[in-house]
């Protein structure tokens, strides 16, 4: 494997793996107040299925990436009435979210299988960092969702 292909499979590592960390970061949070939330695969699913609907539809990728934050919160939200209000058992109230997101998101995404992306993010450089050897590519050009805005950063 040449240092080109390291690179780039380092980068789509980092790329990949940020939406699983944000999950984790929210999960620990949660966890550390007392909730066992199990369904946080579900919201993911539920969120990245209606993000990528509206931002076919509305070919902006700022709007998708709010209406995914949104249908997200919406699980939550629903997981919190079940968990914290009607005082349901949190790791069965979790699991139906899970079952739940991962239904409806194959319920609803099944007619946009095969649309490609229509507005990709494009990547962005964080100056001065992006030069650092072998580390600088990986790590600091990447699209501004999972670009982290320094204050020597201009995220667009």
């Known amino acids: 494997m040449t240092l080109e292909g390291l690179l780039a499979l380092l980068a ?6 940020t939406p ?3 999950a984790g970061i929210g999960e620990l949070v949660t966890e550390r107040s007392g909730i066992l939330n199990l369904g946080v695969e579900g919201m993911m699913l539920a969120g990245a299925v209606m993000g990528f609907a509206v931002a076919v539809g509305t070919h902006s990728a700022w709007m998708g990436v709010a209406i995914a934050m949104l249908a997200g919160a919406a699980l939550a939200l629903m997981h919190a009435v079940l968990a914290v209000t009607l005082r349901a058992e949190q790791v069965t109230a979790g699991l139906a979210l899970a079952l739940f997101g991962a239904g409806l998101s194959a319920f609803l995404g099944k007619p ?4 490609p992306n229509p507005v990709p993010f494009r990547a962005v450089s964080v100056p001065g960092l992006v030069s650092i050897p072998f580390i600088g590519p990986v790590l600091f050009h990447q699209d501004p969702p999972r670009t982290v805005c320094l204050p020597v950063a201009r995220c667009r």
């Not at 946009?112 to 649309?115: D, K, P, R, S, V």
């Open 12 to 17: 789509v590592a980092v790329t990949s793996g």
């Open 20 to 22: 699983l960390i944000f």
């Open 112 to 115: 946009l299988i095969g649309i």
